[in-house]
């Protein structure tokens, strides 16, 4: 690789060429400027795409940061201009996959706007978590944070979010703020599909496994599950709920107990993939056949769901573009544009885990 020169090039000048074509250190925006020949803040007015720029200049510079491969650093340019270019996202969720998924949207929706995602795991049943989640979003100099659930859910981190002046969105299963703040999943229209599904197979006696009381999803996808027999004249049975905790070994241990009921579900429904993974366990332990003997179906269609077998019947929520939608639309303030409403709306997807129930 050879260096853009510069007229007289100083002692210094050469020592610092010789560093970087050594690949001893990386090139600094000092190092650009000086090799374009021009000041440090007009090569920060190219890299901020700045219209004071001559059009001859930009190019200039430009060929310079693609000669050496030159990437600003996220906070070093944050304090520059008084602002971050980092978004954090906040999260308390026992679903590695989930959270997978959601950073890979995130990820997306940064992809070319000069923003880095920063994580912070944490748990919300702690003394300090406020306290935590302040000096993260404080230390980080953040400039905004995606909250999902469960800490989307939970209005003490809203309102702290606001008094500090730091930019949000929260991703919940329900509307909870106004629409510039909201990715809205429709849990409950998915849970109802899957219960139309399991009726309209001919199911009657269905187990149900709920996720943890903490997540509103739990509640809605059990709720929109109710409001489905109910149209069919059906009523879930108390006895046959059973909570999980949307992992896999609370699946387990859920399945195992709805199994051991007599008369045992002709079906199980379960709030997650994950936990409908636990239940398949738990039928080949008992000796039955899916979807032969049982039906089980899940919520989410994480990898898992298709992973497993047979492939889960399940309710599939595009995890990962929501991560995209919530990126673009905090970055969409930068530029001071309002918020568009966003709401995702689940659907039903049939695979081989669900089946008409054995007759009498």
């Not at 000669?67 to 996202?89: C, H, K, N, T, V």
């Not at 929109?224 to 109910?230: C, P, R, T, V």
């Not at 970055?331 to 568009?340: L, M, Q, S, V, Y």
């Amino acid at each position: 690789m050879t260096s853009s020169k510069t007229p007289n090039k100083s002692a210094d000048d050469t020592d610092a060429n010789a560093a970087l074509e050594s690949g001893r250190r990386r090139a600094t925006i000092n190092d650009i400027a000086r090799l374009a020949g021009v000041s440090k803040k007009t090569v920060s007015r190219v890299i901020n795409q700045s219209p004071f720029v001559r059009e001859e200049t930009r190019q200039r510079i430009e060929a310079v940061i693609a000669e050496w491969g030159y990437a600003p650093d996220p906070q070093a340019r944050g304090l520059a201009f008084r602002r971050s270019f980092l978004i954090g996202m906040i999260y308390d969720n026992p679903n590695p996959q989930y959270v997978v998924n959601m950073q890979l949207g995130l990820l997306d929706g940064m992809r070319g706007s000069g923003f880095e995602l920063v994580v912070h795991p944490c748990d919300r049943s702690s003394p300090t978590f406020l306290q935590d989640v302040r000096m993260f979003i404080e230390r980080q100099k953040l400039f905004g944070v995606i909250l999902p659930p469960s800490v989307s859910e939970d209005e003490r981190v809203a309102d702290l979010l606001r008094d500090i002046g730091c930019e949000y969105i929260r991703i919940a299963s329900v509307p909870l703020d106004e629409e510039e703040h909201m990715i809205v999943g429709h849990d409950r229209l998915g849970a109802q599909a899957m219960g139309e599904h399991l009726v309209g197979l001919g199911h009657q006696r269905i187990g149900f496994i709920t996720g943890l009381p903490s997540f509103r999803s739990s509640h809605e996808r059990k709720g929109g599950f109710e409001d489905a027999l109910a149209a069919a004249g059906l009523k879930l049975d108390a006895d046959y709920v059973v909570q999980g905790a949307y992992t896999f070994e609370s699946g387990l241990a859920a399945g195992e107990a709805l199994l051991a009921k007599t008369p045992r579900p002709t079906a199980i429904f379960a709030g997650n993939d994950e936990m409908a993974a636990g239940v398949l366990q738990a039928a080949r332990r008992a000796g039955l056949t899916v979807p032969e003997d049982l039906t089980v179906v899940g919520f989410d269609d994480f990898q898992i769901a298709q992973a497993v077998w047979p492939p889960l019947t399940t309710v599939h929520i595009p995890t990962r573009q929501v991560g995209r939608m919530a990126t673009e639309k905090l970055i969409a303030r930068e530029g001071h544009e309002p918020g568009d409403p966003a709401s995702i709306i689940p659907h039903l997807v049939v695979r081989e885990s669900s089946a008409a129930p054995k007759p009498v």
